[in-house]
């Protein structure tokens, strides 16, 4: 399962990538330190994002509230010592999934889960699947956002 994992973490990094870039191409984009491009996560989520949700069914749904339900803890630094921390399950909107699906690459990418082996293999499979899934949904359905991630659009 490890090569699956690393191959499953690498399609979503990318994708998350490009999300990215997309978001700062469409004008979803703030100054931050130093005038920075930053993307702007919450208001690209609350305008386009609620397209996922406003839709959603089947394995979409389930992966909606899978993320809702179970969503990725935050790591934190309490006397010292890092731990994980549990985070809000009550609310669900577009900012919030969007949080959990940020929450996901960051954990990955800051090595919360990943440090020469996988922490939890299996909740780390369905956070980043899941995650993946909601991306790639929501490409399909707004095609600014497609034709963005695919370097279309300036």
Same mark, same amino acid.
Request: charged share 25%; proline share 4%; net charge neutral.
């Given at each position: 399962?490890?090569?699956?994992?690393?191959?499953?973490?690498?399609?979503?990094?990318?994708?998350?990538?490009?999300?990215?870039?997309?978001?700062?191409?469409?004008?979803?984009?703030?100054?931050?330190? &130093?005038?920075?491009? !930053?993307?702007?996560?919450?208001? =690209?989520?609350?305008?386009?994002?609620?397209? @996922? #949700?406003?839709?959603?069914? &089947?394995?979409?749904? !389930?992966?909606?509230?899978?993320? =809702?339900?179970?969503?990725?803890?935050?790591? @934190? #630094?309490?006397?010292?010592?890092?731990?994980?921390?549990?985070?809000?399950?009550?609310?669900?909107?577009?900012?919030?999934?969007?949080?959990?699906?940020?929450?996901?690459?960051?954990?990955?990418?800051?090595?919360?889960?990943?440090?020469?082996?996988?922490?939890?293999?299996?909740?780390?499979?369905?956070?980043?699947?899941?995650?993946?899934?909601?991306?790639?949904?929501?490409?399909?359905?707004?095609?600014?956002?497609?034709?963005?991630?695919?370097?279309?659009?300036?």
């Amino acid at each position: 399962m490890p090569e699956d994992l690393d191959n499953l973490a690498f399609r979503f990094f990318k994708l998350f990538a490009q999300y990215e870039y997309a978001l700062k191409a469409m004008k979803y984009a703030r100054s931050g330190t &130093g005038g920075q491009a !930053e993307p702007e996560w919450n208001r =690209f989520s609350n305008e386009i994002g609620r397209l @996922v #949700l406003d839709e959603a069914e &089947g394995d979409l749904l !389930e992966a909606i509230d899978y993320l =809702f339900d179970h969503p990725p803890k935050k790591q @934190v #630094l309490q006397d010292g010592v890092l731990s994980w921390q549990q985070v809000n399950t009550r609310e669900r909107s577009p900012q919030i999934l969007f949080s959990h699906i940020r929450r996901v690459r960051n954990n990955l990418y800051h090595g919360g889960k990943f440090n020469g082996r996988w922490l939890d293999p299996d909740r780390s499979e369905e956070l980043i699947g899941k995650s993946l899934m909601v991306l790639l949904a929501l490409k399909t359905r707004h095609n600014a956002l497609a034709e963005a991630i695919h370097g279309n659009q300036a």
